[in-house]
């Protein structure tokens, strides 16, 4: 069976998880399912036992990186089968994108090829790939939670990261959010949506 995802990424604040929630209400529980990628809370034992664990020597980091492709596996694969249209808030490709920030050492180059192989070889690529982008201004203007000491240059590293990561793609649907609605958002996926084949049967 083929399994069908809308992948919907961006930083804070670029209406994300607003468009993710939206979407599903639109299609509802019959024909579409959420699957949120964000390290906030674990799915598996594994994730459980490690990802919350303080990490003071290597061997942790390497635990917890373990864990960590251990949990995002699951959590791709889990809908494997399902009929419905898999609705993914974020997506696995963003966790190697943070050793982009300082470069690589000796120390976290091993890291990154565990998460290059883990990217190759257990990752499906998304029938849909969106890319939410807005200026930081808007996503701090948007999220309160994200205000505070760093966050105007934490936000400015990560957008720089996804930009140059999703923009470059020409298979990415980017969608600048900066002075659009909501709506407006969510009714140009859905225009998109429309005009790829593999979605007319869910889309009637």
């Known amino acids: 069976m083929l399994l069908l995802s809308v992948c919907i990424t961006g930083v ?5 998880s607003t468009v993710v929630r939206r979407l599903h209400d639109l299609l509802g529980n019959e024909k579409s399912v959420v699957q949120y990628m964000g390290m906030k809370s674990w799915e598996t034992k594994v994730g459980e036992k490690y990802l919350q ?20 596996r699951h959590r791709v694969y889990k809908h494997r089968g399902d009929s419905r249209l898999v609705i993914f808030d974020r997506y696995a490709h ?5 050793f982009d920030k300082s470069g690589l050492t ?5 890291v990154k090829l565990l998460y290059q192989l883990f990217l ?46 999703y923009g470059e793609d020409a298979n990415v649907f980017v969608i600048d959010t900066s002075g659009i609605s909501e709506e407006k958002t969510l009714g140009m996926i859905l225009e998109k949506m429309e005009n790829m084949e593999c979605f007319n049967t869910l889309m009637r």
């Not at 804070?12 to 994300?16: A, E, H, M």
């Not at 963003?94 to 943070?98: D, G, M, N, P």
């Not at 998304?126 to 966050?151: F, H, M, N, V, W």
């Open 120 to 165: 190759s070889s257990f990752l499906y690529k998304p029938t849909l790939q969106i890319y939410l982008t807005c200026s930081i201004e808007t996503s701090l203007a948007r999220k309160e939670d994200i205000r505070g000491s760093g966050a105007a240059e934490r936000l400015r590293q990560n957008k720089a990261l996804l930009d140059k990561y």
């Open 106 to 110: 000796w120390k976290n180059r091993p």
């Open 53 to 72: 664990r303080e990490i003071h020597t290597y061997k942790d980091k390497i635990a917890y990186i373990y864990a960590q492709i251990r949990e995002l």
């Open 94 to 98: 963003e966790q190697i994108l943070q």
């Open 12 to 16: 804070d604040g670029t209406g994300k």
